[in-house]
């Protein structure tokens, strides 16, 4: 069983540009979480995917937006990247309320140059 | 809002020493408590969460953390660690409630390096 998988692994873009990323959750989960981590800094949650909808957003601006597609798989999306912007990207899929079935995917790091 | 200090950013010690890391939280509200460790080019790994109850949690790979609600702390102990305890390891909060699933509050992490 594939836990939570992420794409691409590595990523480099430039300021201004756009970029898509990508999150398979685990079997069976159907609640999708995307977190920011930049380098030296814990995780920063960026919004929460349910029933294709955003239900809960972190303190990030509208340049982050995301989408959930039927199959539960999500993507996250920075339009005009920033420098800042660089980070590792990590993806958290879960079902039911079930903290013991929070899971992580390994990231997509994301560098902005 | 809920916040999460890690005291420590790195904590060396040998091989078969014990280790404490800890974790103070600031909320209004209840929360529950997490450690998650970090292996190099890894994703997050749940090592003990606290929910409820007996406020010592034991968890994973020999590891335990005591809540106490008096101090805000969530400290995370370990008698005897090993070389492959080296990681990073982060203590998040998260205020109960359906829509807050997955919405954890993360410290800053600290970096545990366990010395032969």
């Known amino acids: 069983d594939a836990g939570v998988t992420q794409s691409p692994t590595h990523l480099i873009k430039t300021r201004g540009q756009q970029v898509t990323l990508r999150c398979s959750p685990k079997?069976?989960?159907?609640?999708v979480s995307w977190y920011q981590q930049a380098l030296g800094q814990g995780p920063q949650f960026i919004f929460q995917?349910?029933?294709?909808?955003?239900?809960q957003r972190g303190n990030f601006p509208d340049r982050f937006s995301g989408h959930q597609f039927p199959n539960y798989s999500s993507e996250l999306n920075v339009n005009a990247l920033l420098l800042g912007d660089s980070a590792l990207y990590l993806c958290?899929?879960?079902?039911?309320?079930?903290?013991?079935?929070?899971?992580f995917g390994s990231g997509t790091q994301l560098s902005v140059l | 809002a809920q916040s999460v200090t890690q005291l420590d950013s790195q904590v060396p010690v040998f091989e078969e020493a014990p280790v404490e890391l800890r974790c103070n939280y600031s909320?209004?509200?209840?929360?529950?408590l997490f450690w998650y460790v970090q292996y190099p080019n890894q994703g997050l790994q749940l090592l003990l969460k606290y929910l409820s109850g007996s406020t010592l949690v034991k968890g994973i790979n020999g590891f335990e953390a005591e809540f106490n609600k008096s101090q805000t702390s969530f400290h995370l102990r370990k008698p005897s660690v090993h070389i492959s305890d080296t990681a990073e390891y982060f203590c998040a909060v998260i205020k109960p409630g359906g829509t807050s699933y997955g919405k954890l509050t993360f410290g800053q992490g600290t970096i545990l390096t366990v010395h032969p």
């Open positions: 958290a899929s879960g079902t039911g309320g079930a903290y013991e079935k929070l899971f």
């Open positions: 909320s209004s509200v209840s929360v529950y």
């Open positions: 995917y349910y029933e294709e909808e955003e239900r």
């Open positions: 079997s069976g989960h159907d609640t």
